[in-house]
C-alpha cells in the first residue's frame, strides 16, 4: 500500500504543477500567434481547428441565470457552442445540461469540482474528478462527453495520459479574453473581435457574475459573423482502446 502524501510532496506536486501552468502560458502566447494553431491529439491538448472555422467554448457552467442568458444569445445568432460542465453544478442543474444539449451545442467534461492546480492532483484523484463528471454528465443527458478541458488549462504528463486513457480529447484554448475576471464589456470585446480562423475561444458562464461576458458576446458575435468566420463545435479525436467510466487506473 503507498503512503500517503506528505507536506513535502504535495508542495513539490504544487509547484511542479505551477512551473508547467507558466509553461502552457508562453505556449499559448505563441499560438495566437501563428496562422494556425496547434490542432492537438490524443496526448496533446487542442489549441486550435484544423481548418478555417472557429469554436465557442464556454466553461465552468451550468448556471441557472447565465447559462440560460447565453443559450438564449447564442440561438438567436445560430452560433453552436462547446460547454465544458463540472459535474457538481450538472448534478445541482441537470434541466440546464439537458437544455445545453437540446439546444444542439457540444458538452465536454471540466472536471468534478474545478480544483486548482489540477496537475498537482495525484494521479487517483485525477482520475475521479474526470469519471465521475463523465457519469454525472451521462445521467443527466443521456450522452458521455468525448472532450476534457483541466480546470484552469493546468495540464501535466500526467494528466493527458490519464485523459488519453480514458478516451477523451485534451482541449485547450487559443483566445482567452479573462472574462472570468470582469475586465469589463469592452476589454472581452476587443479580445474576442481579433479571433481569427483556426481558433479556440474560451469563455465562461459559471462561477460568477458573468454579465459582462454575456453583453461582449452579444456585441462581437454579429461581427465576427459577418466576417465570414463560421462556428463549429470542437472535434474528438480517436483515441485507442477507451477505458469505461469507473474503470480502475
Avoid: K
Avoid at 437540446?102 to 486548482?116: E, Y
Avoid at 484554448?173 to 480562423?197: C, E, F, K, M
Avoid at 453583453?215 to 472535434?235: H, I, K, N, S
Amino acid at each position: 500500500m503507498s503512503a500517503r502524501r506528505g507536506p513535502v510532496t504535495r508542495l513539490g506536486a504544487h509547484l511542479h504543477a505551477q512551473a508547467l501552468h507558466y509553461l502552457l502560458f508562453a505556449y499559448r502566447g505563441g499560438q495566437t500567434l501563428r496562422r494556425h494553431a496547434a490542432p492537438g491529439g490524443p496526448r496533446w491538448p487542442a489549441f486550435g481547428l484544423a481548418g478555417e472555422e472557429v469554436a465557442l467554448t464556454v466553461d465552468d457552467g451550468p448556471h441557472p441565470q447565465w447559462t440560460p442568458a447565453l443559450l438564449d444569445l447564442l440561438d438567436r445568432h445560430r452560433v453552436r457552442a462547446t460547454f465544458f460542465l463540472i459535474g457538481d453544478r450538472v448534478r445541482e442543474h441537470p434541466d440546464l445540461a439537458r437544455r445545453v444539449l437540446a439546444a444542439g451545442h457540444l458538452i465536454g467534461n471540466h472536471s468534478r469540482s474545478h480544483p486548482q492546480p489540477f496537475a498537482a492532483l495525484s494521479r487517483p484523484a485525477i482520475v475521479a474528478e474526470i469519471a465521475q463528471t463523465q457519469r454525472d454528465i451521462e445521467d443527466a443527458t443521456g450522452v458521455s462527453p468525448r472532450l476534457f478541458r483541466a480546470p484552469g488549462g493546468n495540464w501535466s504528463p500526467t494528466v493527458l495520459r490519464t485523459v488519453a486513457e480514458l478516451g477523451l480529447t485534451p482541449v485547450d484554448w487559443t483566445v482567452n479574453p479573462s472574462d472570468w475576471r470582469r475586465p469589463g464589456v469592452a476589454r472581452i470585446a476587443r479580445t474576442l473581435s481579433r479571433t481569427r480562423p483556426g481558433q479556440i475561444m474560451l469563455c465562461h458562464d459559471g462561477g460568477g457574475d458573468r454579465s459582462q461576458t454575456v453583453a461582449a458576446l452579444a456585441e462581437v458575435l454579429p461581427g465576427l459573423t459577418a466576417r465570414g468566420l463560421r462556428f463549429v463545435t470542437v472535434p474528438a479525436h480517436v483515441t485507442p482502446r477507451p477505458r469505461r467510466v469507473g474503470e480502475g487506473p
